[in-house]
């Protein structure tokens, strides 16, 4: 015993009891002694209660047959034959002899007063949803606080029971590159908010993806806390108008996040380095503590699904030749034949210098070191040249092996068609500045991720490849609903 308390402090060794079908003995029938019998009922005990009365809740056990009432005082032979036996009464001393006779017949008692550490076990505050049973126990230091602690994870338990998959974010698809600027997180801003998120009762584990077209969270949740809106304030999202961000539940959100795994919900479909982000992203989660094997978990199978989409798409959402599919697309923009420039001459500058003869442009073929035989109507000239041929083009396509843009919005821009141009960049990485896209909206800029989208969407591959990502993942469906049901206790 502490000096500073005058409680008694016993150490314990926490066990569970079989009792299931076995003689359990009673002795006190009031509110302490039904709250035992409760227990011992939901663990499949046969009660006895001995006590001249009860309260109403008792006498209706005994009327249904649940219990065994004997209704007269305790006797010291009622104790043979028991497996546990609780000391219940109001009367310490009646309790303390029936301790006495228990220990002197080799049955274990529990006194429910002041003679409780003298005794042989405690029942701790007890806890119990379905199959998971939880004991708190402060060594008899303090009840308030072990009432407190279970009451805190009745709420966490009950939290469990309705949770399920959450996602919350935004991305291209609804916010424009300057509109969701503001929504990105920087490496300090995003410990923020997961640590700010992880105080959030209902979230038992998260993950924040933030790449350049898309920041959302991905959550195993409780159904309270996915609905209540505190998500969405942390997020910063409650100043977006509704139809500027997404939050999906469920199979849906699992379905959402196979297909950003897939490539599917890309700016240009198919593409795979978010499955890197990804993986990124889960490690930093569980580094700082906010996610652990559950989500581990459920991304390892979004992966894994995400694998089987892009199998089963197989050559669906690839491109035929570039210069192809860039001819294809000016023709698509209904220009009138007038002056194009051909930045680069390997193999696509030829293509597409072949095309644009045949669609009756006037050509200049602009190359870096190597010079490219040209038909005699092909004006060729170097690079330095540049700023001469490019006032007069209508059109301009480049297609160089660079790692900076050969076209730049501070050196090209007042050189560029004053009547409008189209410029087309079918190089990796890109040869005409970013920058153009913003510009001057007569200058109209088609870059190699916008060709592959519009090809996609013009032959009907991309509908069919989410044909294929919606086939797949219903396939799936019952993979996720197994981890759904793992999580709540099914």
């Given amino acids: 015993m502490e000096k500073s308390d005058f409680r008694p402090v016993r150490k314990s060794f926490p066990v569970n009891a079989l009792i299931e079908g076995r003689r359990v003995l009673v002795v006190g029938g009031g509110r302490v002694g039904q ?7 939901d663990a499949g005990a046969q009660v006895e209660l001995v006590c001249p009365e009860c309260v109403a809740e008792l006498r209706e056990c005994s009327t249904a047959g649940r219990i065994t009432h004997h209704p007269r005082y305790f006797e010291d032979s009622d104790v043979q034959g028991a497996t546990l036996v609780f000391a219940c009464t ?7 002899h029936i301790l006495e006779v228990a220990q002197l017949a080799k049955v274990p008692c529990c006194c429910a007063d002041g003679n409780w550490s003298e005794g042989d076990f405690v029942t701790p505050a007890i806890i119990r949803a379905g199959e998971v049973l939880i004991a708190v126990s402060t060594s008899g230091k303090s009840c308030v606080q072990s009432r407190l602690i279970k009451d805190n994870l009745r709420k966490h338990l009950d939290s469990i029971e309705s949770s399920d998959l959450l996602v919350l974010g935004t991305s291209h698809a609804y916010l424009g590159t300057a509109e969701r600027a503001p929504y990105h997180l920087l490496l300090r801003e995003r410990e923020a908010l997961g640590e700010m998120i992880r105080q959030v009762w209902g979230v038992h584990e998260f993950f924040i993806l933030n790449t350049c077209n898309r920041i959302e969270i991905i959550a195993a949740i409780s159904k309270e806390a996915g609905t209540c809106g505190i998500l969405c304030r942390l997020m910063r999202f409650d100043q977006l108008r509704p139809d500027l961000y997404y939050l999906k539940h469920g199979f849906e959100a699992f379905s959402h996040l196979c297909k950003v795994t897939a490539g599917m919900d890309s700016q240009v479909p198919g593409e795979v380095h978010v499955v890197a982000q990804l993986k990124d ?5 569980i580094t700082r503590g906010w996610a652990g094997s559950l989500i581990r978990g459920l991304c390892d199978t979004a992966l894994r699904v995400s694998k089987d989409i892009r199998s089963e798409l197989g050559t669906l959402l690839e491109v035929s030749e570039i210069e192809d599919v860039a001819l294809r697309y000016l023709d698509a923009q209904a220009l009138p034949p007038g002056k194009a420039v051909m930045i680069g ?45 490019l006032p007069a083009a209508d059109v301009v396509i480049a297609a160089v092996n660079t790692s900076l843009p050969v076209i730049t919005a501070s050196v090209h821009k007042n050189c560029l068609n004053p009547r409008g141009v189209q410029l087309i960049d079918i190089g990796i990485p890109r040869n005409i500045d970013p920058a153009f896209d913003a510009c001057d909206p007569k200058i109209k800029v088609a870059g190699l991720d916008d060709l592959k989208r519009w090809f996609r969407e013009l032959n009907g591959s991309l509908e069919r490849a989410w044909a294929v990502c919606d086939r797949v993942l219903e396939a799936n469906r019952d993979s996720y609903e197994r981890m759904i049901k793992g999580l709540r206790g099914g």
């Fill in 35 to 41: 709250r035992k019998i409760e227990l011992l009922l």
């Fill in 90 to 96: 109001d009367d310490k001393h009646v309790n303390r």
């Fill in 281 to 285: 992203a889960i490690d930093e989660a």
């Fill in 345 to 389: 001459s390997g193999v696509v500058g030829r293509g597409v210098i072949k095309g644009l003869l045949e669609r009756g442009y006037s050509c200049t073929w602009a190359y870096h070191a190597n010079k490219p035989e040209a038909p005699g109507q092909v004006e060729v000239v170097q690079f330095n040249a540049l700023p001469r041929v």
